[in-house]
């Protein structure tokens, strides 16, 4: 897949040494830059294929495990360790935050990336409710219905804020939805009240952050 979508070349570090491969394809120079979300055993053979000045961009632990970085290595090679939470962008610097959404949705429609797509789901089928995590403060409703109407016009029925949070609602019979990083001082009865704005809710309640709503069934037209 990724030499499909564009990468020059690819190695399976599962069958042979990352560290080795890399020195095979860059002539023993090393790479100047890495991007690491795997994080574990893996991570210690990625900071040793960096190339003199070199960098290793932390962004994830897909490997399940959290790596130290040896001092010395950074030292000897004249490297650099970073890590990134683009996520945290959000809350200190919101147009970096905007800015790289937008960076990335020019690049797809350019044609510079071509993301893998699983599967596509139609805002006007039944059955879609969305919650977008990260609304600024302040942000207003116009522009949020704004936004999903830009992209199917006619069909939000409602939009509604809490906290950093926003619900859309589309036309939909869904009976259960979960919400996740509910903040802390967000109550069941407050999520019960914005539910019940949508539909007869039969129970809610917030479990390790996160929320579930049940509600009757709305049914609709053929």
């Known amino acids: 897949m990724a030499i499909q979508k564009g990468a020059v070349e690819s190695v399976n570090y599962s069958e042979a040494s990352l560290k080795e491969e890399v020195k095979k394809l860059t002539a023993n120079k090393g790479v100047d830059v890495v991007i690491d979300t795997v994080g574990g055993d893996i991570f210690k053979q990625a900071l040793h294929s960096l190339a003199f000045e070199g960098r290793i961009v932390v962004v994830g632990f897909a490997g399940g495990t959290i790596p130290s970085i040896p001092a010395n290595i950074l030292l000897l090679k004249n490297i650099s360790a970073l890590g990134i939470f683009w996520g945290r962008y959000r809350d200190e610097k919101f147009p970096v935050f905007s800015s790289t959404i937008s960076s990335a949705l020019s690049y797809y429609q350019e044609g510079q990336i071509q993301p893998q797509i699983g599967k596509v789901f139609k805002l006007e089928e039944p059955g879609v409710e969305v919650?977008?995590?990260?609304?600024?403060?302040?942000?207003?409703?116009?522009?949020?219905?704004?936004?999903?109407?830009?992209?199917?016009?006619?069909?939000?029925?409602?939009?509604?804020?809490?906290?950093?949070?926003?619900?859309?609602?589309?036309?939909?019979?869904?009976?259960?939805?979960?919400?996740g990083n509910v903040s802390a001082t967000c109550t069941s009865g407050e999520l019960r009240v914005l539910f019940q704005e949508f539909g007869p809710v039969i129970e809610c309640h917030i479990v390790k952050g996160v929320a579930v709503g049940v509600g009757g069934r709305t049914e609709i037209d053929p």
């Open 131 to 179: 919650f977008v995590d990260g609304v600024p403060g302040g942000a207003p409703r116009v522009e949020l219905r704004d936004l999903f109407e830009a992209a199917v016009p006619g069909v939000v029925v409602k939009v509604a804020l809490m906290k950093q949070f926003a619900f859309i609602q589309l036309p939909t019979h869904t009976v259960k939805t979960f919400v």
